[in-house]
């Protein structure tokens, strides 16, 4: 069995770059409870989008989603979530909607559940949009 992974800032290397591990880093064994299995399951998904998504993306999303930044999280969620809503105005695009709730959901339970039924939706009916899964990053 491998070992839930730290929560520091430190390089990692995985598929294409390295990136830094956050604090929505996988545990590899979900809590027996329902909802920790819909989060484990949230986070999962989540991490599989991630990987899908071009290197920088993926490096400013992770940066995002790191512990210390819930106020940027809250703000940039917030601002993504209603530029979702006007995206029928020009240079906003409904793109920003889920993207928002992502960041969103890390810290509001709310949107975490809207999140993890986005998420859940994204994989039945695009399964090509996640990453395949690989197993938990090795740090050496």
Do not use: K
């Amino acid at each position: 069995m491998t070992t839930v992974p730290s929560r520091s800032s430190t390089p990692v290397a995985v598929g294409r770059h390295s990136t830094y591990r956050t604090g929505m880093d996988i545990p590899t064994a979900p809590s027996p409870s329902p909802a920790g299995t819909a989060e484990h399951m949230r986070r999962r998904r989540l991490e599989r989008l991630l990987r899908r998504l071009p290197a920088r993306g993926e490096q400013a999303m992770r940066w995002l989603l790191q512990p210390g930044r819930a106020g940027l999280r809250l703000v940039l969620g917030c601002l993504l979530a209603v530029g979702g809503v006007f995206s029928f105005l020009p240079v906003l695009g409904l793109w920003m909607l889920p993207l928002g709730l992502i960041l969103l959901a890390e810290d509001v339970p709310f949107f975490r559940r809207l999140s993890a039924r986005m998420l859940e939706w994204i994989e039945r009916r695009h399964p090509n949009w996640m990453a395949p899964e690989t197993g938990p990053p090795h740090s050496s």
